[in-house]
C-alpha cells in the first residue's frame, strides 16, 4: 500500500493541477504581447461552462476559474491582421476608396493618432446597435484612465459612399460626445452583423480581441497596465511612467478635446440640448445646452436670465469663470435655492448656489488647497497650463460613478442617479455628498425608483407621438421602457409641458389644456457672453494671421496719426438673413495690442455694469494685473473710450475708440450675431432641403464642403420642425491694422500735438 501510494505522488507532480480559485505555475517571462493575453480554455468535463484567463506578472501566470459571462480573447487570427494592416495604411488620408474618417482634423493631428503607441479599438457595427451605449461608457472610461492611449472607433461593412450611415455615426458622436477618431469602412473584416468587439493592441501586431459586452473593465486596465510596462520594461522608472499615464482623471479636462465632426452645429444656439427641470414659483427654467458645457437660466416666455458655466473644464467658482463637461440633468431645491446638476462628462455632481451665483462640486469630494494664491498660480491656471493638483481625488471615487446622467429626489432627501445605460443607479446622501448604495441592473432600479420613472413616462406619452418617435434613442432605453432615455428630457412648468428636442436642437412646450406645441423663442442672448469656441488663445491671437487658417470675415489697414481714434464698425446683413435682436455689448469681445491701449467701457470706466464674455474677461483681467498701478499714480486721460451699439438702416454699427502712440497697433473685434433666415411672405415656397444647405453655409463661411456639410444638412432635415425658426450664430472677425509714426511737434519744436481720428470700417457679412 505504501508503495502505490508513493507511485501516486510521483505520477501526481507529473500531472498539472485544476483546483478551484487561482493556480500559479512558475514559467518563463512573457516574450510576446499576445502571449500575455491568450486565453487557455480547460478541457474538464468537471468544469463544463467555466472560463480562465490567463494574466502574466513577473514570470507567473495566473489561471482563474469564473462561471461569469464569457470574456473572449482570440488568437491573433489573419482577419485581424488585415484589420489592422488596413487601418494602418489609412492613417495618412482622410478619405480613400474603402474608407472614410470621421472625428479627425486631418492627416497631420499628430495628437490623434500616434503610430508606435498603444491602440484600443472598438470595432463592428457601431451603428443599428443596442450595446452600443456600454462599451462606448467603458471605451471613455479608459480614455480618462489613460489619456496618452490612442483610441479608435471602427465600424466595418457599410457603403462609405452611403450618406445616411455617415450621418448616424456623426449622430452617434454627437449624442455620445465622442473625441476619439470613428473609422469608416466599406469593408467588413470581422464579420459582425449586430455586435462590436474591443481590439488591444501595440505596433499593429499581436493583437488581443475582447468579445463580451459585459466585460469587466478592470481587466482591459489590466491589459494596458502590462503593455505599458513592458513598453517601458520593469524598472522604477517604468513605473513613474505608468503614473504618468493613468493621471488624475480630472486633469483630462485641462486638454479638453471635443467632437469635430458635428462642429458644423456648435453654432446653433443650442447644441444638444439633453435636460431641463424647473423651479415653477420663481418663474425659471434650467437647460442643460449638454454640448455647449453650460447651463441656461430663463423664463417662461424664453428670456434668457442667467448661464452657468464658461467652457468645457472642470473648475469650481462664479457662474462666468466655472467650468462644466457636458452637464446632464438637474434638479432645483426650492428651500436651499440649489441648482444639483449632473456633471456627466467629469462624473460629478455640481451644485449652484443660485443666490450667490456661484458653482460648487459636491461629489467626489476634493481637497482644495488656498494657501498657494501667488499672482505666478493665478496666471498659470487661467492660462490652462496648471497641474489642478488642488482638484484631484480618489481613484476609486474616480470610478465609482461612470458617466451618470438622470437624477432624482427621493422622499428621504437622497439623489437619485442613473448612468445612460441604465445600468447604475447611485444614491447619495444630499447634505454631504457621500455615496450610500449602489445598485446594479435595470430590473433593481425600477424596483427603487419606478415610481419616478413611471412619472416621468406618463409626462412623456403626453407629447404628440409622431415627435416622441423621433427622439427616441433605443440603444440609450433598457427593452420594454422605450422613452426611458427621455426621463430627464421633460418637466412641467405651470400648465405645459417643456422637452428638449436633441434632434431640431430647440426647446418644445406643450400646452397641457389645448394641446398647442410651440417653440420657445430665446431672447437676450448678450446674457451668455461671447462663445468660447470662438475664441482664440492667447499665444494665437497675436500671431499675423488667424490660427490654422482659421476664417477671418475682414482686415484692414490704415495710416493714422497717433492719438484718439474713433472707430465705427458697419456690418451689412444678406438680404435673406434676419438679426434676431438688437446686438448687445455682452455678445462682443475685443482686443487691442501693440502700440494701442485697450479699449475701455463707456463713459471712461474700465468695465461696465453689463455682462461680459468671460474671453474678454479674461482678457481685461490679465492686463489690469500686468499693467495695474497704484491709484495715487493713475493719470486719468482726457480722451476716453466709448463703445456703441446700433441697429439701424438693416445695418449693425459698432463704435467705439482707442488710444495709440507711435508704432504699430492692432484692433481685434469679435461679435456674435445671433440670426435666423428670413421669411418673405411673397416669395414662393422654398424646400427644407435648401434652407438647411443655406444654414449649412452661413454656419461654414470658409466653404469647406465635404462630409462635415453634408452631415450637417442631413441632421438638420431629421427634424420635423421650419428651419426658418432655427435660431443661429455667426460669429464676425475683423482685425484692424493702424501704423502711427511720431507725434507731430509744435512751433516751438518741444511740445507734441494730440490729434483725434475717425475711421470707419464696413464689412458685409459673408455666408
Not at 487561482?22 to 502571449?35: D, E, F, G, P
Not at 469587466?216 to 522604477?236: C, F, P, R, S, V
Not at 436651499?336 to 461629489?363: F, G, H, K, P
Request: aromatic content about 8%; hydrophobic content about 35%; some cysteine.
Amino acid at each position: 500500500m505504501s508503495r502505490r501510494y508513493q507511485r501516486f505522488r510521483q505520477i501526481s507532480k507529473l500531472l498539472p493541477r485544476i483546483l478551484p480559485g487561482n493556480q500559479l505555475h512558475k514559467c518563463r517571462k512573457a516574450t510576446s504581447i499576445h502571449s500575455a493575453f491568450s486565453t487557455i480554455s480547460v478541457p474538464n468535463s468537471d468544469y463544463d461552462g467555466m472560463r480562465s484567463t490567463l494574466i502574466l506578472h513577473r514570470g507567473f501566470y495566473s489561471q482563474r476559474y469564473s462561471t461569469i459571462s464569457e470574456v473572449s480573447h482570440e488568437s491573433n487570427s489573419p482577419p485581424v491582421d488585415d484589420v489592422l494592416s488596413f487601418i494602418k495604411s489609412t492613417f495618412n488620408e482622410l478619405q480613400g476608396p474603402n474608407h472614410c474618417w470621421l472625428n479627425k482634423v486631418d492627416h497631420r493631428d499628430k495628437d490623434c493618432l500616434n503610430k508606435d503607441g498603444i491602440f484600443l479599438l472598438i470595432a463592428g457595427q457601431l451603428i443599428n446597435n443596442s450595446q452600443i451605449v456600454f462599451m462606448i461608457e467603458k471605451i471613455k472610461s479608459i480614455q480618462q484612465r489613460f489619456p496618452q492611449l490612442c483610441i479608435v472607433g471602427f465600424h466595418c461593412g457599410s457603403s462609405i459612399g452611403s450618406a445616411d450611415d455617415r450621418t448616424r455615426l456623426v449622430e452617434l458622436i454627437m449624442k455620445e460626445f465622442l473625441t476619439f477618431p470613428v473609422l469608416l469602412s466599406s469593408k467588413n473584416f470581422l464579420q459582425m452583423e449586430n455586435g462590436a468587439c474591443y481590439i488591444l493592441f501595440k505596433d499593429f501586431k499581436n493583437s488581443v480581441i475582447y468579445h463580451d459586452r459585459d466585460l469587466d473593465i478592470e481587466i482591459l486596465n489590466k491589459a494596458i497596465e502590462e503593455l505599458h510596462m513592458q513598453q517601458n520594461g520593469y524598472t522604477n522608472s517604468g513605473i513613474s511612467n505608468l503614473r504618468d499615464l493613468k493621471s488624475s482623471w480630472v486633469k483630462q479636462a485641462e486638454v479638453t478635446k471635443e467632437p469635430c465632426s458635428s462642429s458644423f452645429l456648435q453654432n446653433l444656439v443650442l447644441y444638444f440640448p439633453g435636460c431641463v427641470s424647473a423651479d415653477e414659483s420663481g418663474d425659471r427654467l434650467f437647460l442643460s445646452d449638454s454640448n455647449h458645457h453650460r447651463i441656461i437660466i430663463f423664463d417662461g416666455n424664453g428670456k434668457i436670465m442667467d448661464s452657468i458655466g464658461s467652457c468645457p473644464g472642470f473648475e469650481d467658482g462664479e457662474f462666468e469663470s466655472a467650468k462644466l463637461l457636458r452637464p446632464a440633468a438637474s434638479f432645483y431645491h426650492n428651500a436651499e435655492d440649489c441648482l444639483y446638476i449632473v456633471d456627466a462628462e467629469n462624473q460629478a455632481i455640481r451644485r449652484a448656489d443660485m443666490e450667490r451665483r456661484v458653482l460648487e462640486t459636491l461629489y467626489p469630494t476634493c481637497s482644495i488647497s488656498k494657501n498657494n494664491s501667488s499672482v505666478w498660480t493665478w496666471i498659470v491656471n487661467k492660462m490652462g497650463f496648471g497641474r489642478n493638483s488642488d482638484m484631484k481625488s480618489k481613484e476609486f471615487d474616480s470610478q465609482l460613478l461612470m458617466f451618470p446622467w438622470h437624477l432624482f429626489k427621493s422622499v428621504d432627501d437622497s439623489l437619485l442617479i442613473i448612468n445612460r445605460s441604465f445600468e447604475s443607479l447611485w444614491i447619495m446622501d444630499l447634505a454631504s455628498g457621500k455615496i450610500k448604495e449602489i445598485i446594479r441592473g435595470f430590473p433593481k432600479i425600477l424596483e427603487t425608483c419606478g415610481q419616478l420613472i413611471t412619472e416621468k413616462v406618463s409626462l412623456l406619452k403626453q407629447m404628440p407621438n409622431d415627435w416622441l418617435q423621433q427622439q427616441i434613442d433605443a440603444s440609450c432605453s433598457p427593452e420594454g421602457l422605450p422613452f426611458a432615455s427621455l426621463l430627464s428630457s421633460v418637466t412641467t412648468f405651470q400648465n405645459h409641458l417643456i422637452m428638449c428636442d436633441t434632434v431640431a436642437q430647440r426647446v418644445v412646450k406643450l400646452n397641457r389644456e389645448s394641446g398647442i406645441c410651440s417653440n420657445i423663442q430665446f431672447s437676450n442672448f448678450g446674457i451668455l457672453g461671447f462663445p468660447y469656441w470662438s475664441s482664440f488663445p492667447l499665444e494665437r491671437v497675436c500671431s499675423e494671421a488667424p490660427p490654422d487658417g482659421g476664417w477671418m470675415d475682414h482686415l484692414q489697414s490704415f495710416s493714422l496719426l497717433p492719438g484718439r481714434i474713433d472707430i465705427r464698425l458697419n456690418v451689412d446683413i444678406p438680404v435673406d438673413v434676419d438679426l434676431v435682436e438688437p446686438l448687445q455689448e455682452g455678445c462682443i469681445w475685443r482686443q487691442a495690442r501693440g502700440a494701442a491701449t485697450e479699449i475701455l467701457g463707456r463713459e471712461g470706466v474700465v468695465g461696465t455694469s453689463e455682462k461680459v464674455g468671460v474671453a474678454q474677461q479674461w482678457y481685461d483681467d490679465l492686463d489690469n494685473l500686468a499693467f495695474s498701478t497704484p491709484e495715487s499714480e493713475m493719470v486719468k486721460e482726457d480722451s476716453c473710450a466709448s463703445s456703441d451699439v446700433k441697429s439701424e438702416d438693416k445695418r449693425v454699427h459698432i463704435d467705439c475708440s482707442v488710444n495709440t502712440s507711435p508704432g504699430t497697433s492692432e484692433v481685434i473685434i469679435y461679435v456674435a450675431l445671433y440670426l435666423k433666415l428670413r421669411r418673405d411672405p411673397d416669395s414662393q415656397e422654398v424646400s427644407q432641403e435648401k434652407y438647411a444647405a443655406r444654414i449649412a453655409d452661413i454656419l461654414n463661411p470658409a466653404r469647406k464642403g465635404g462630409i462635415g456639410r453634408d452631415s450637417c444638412i442631413q441632421l438638420l432635415l431629421k427634424s420635423n420642425a421650419d428651419l426658418r425658426d432655427l435660431i443661429f450664430m455667426r460669429p464676425l472677425h475683423v482685425r484692424i491694422k493702424m501704423d502711427c509714426p511720431d507725434h507731430p511737434k509744435s512751433e516751438n519744436g518741444k511740445d507734441i500735438i494730440l490729434t483725434n481720428d475717425s475711421i470707419e470700417v464696413n464689412v458685409m457679412l459673408q455666408t
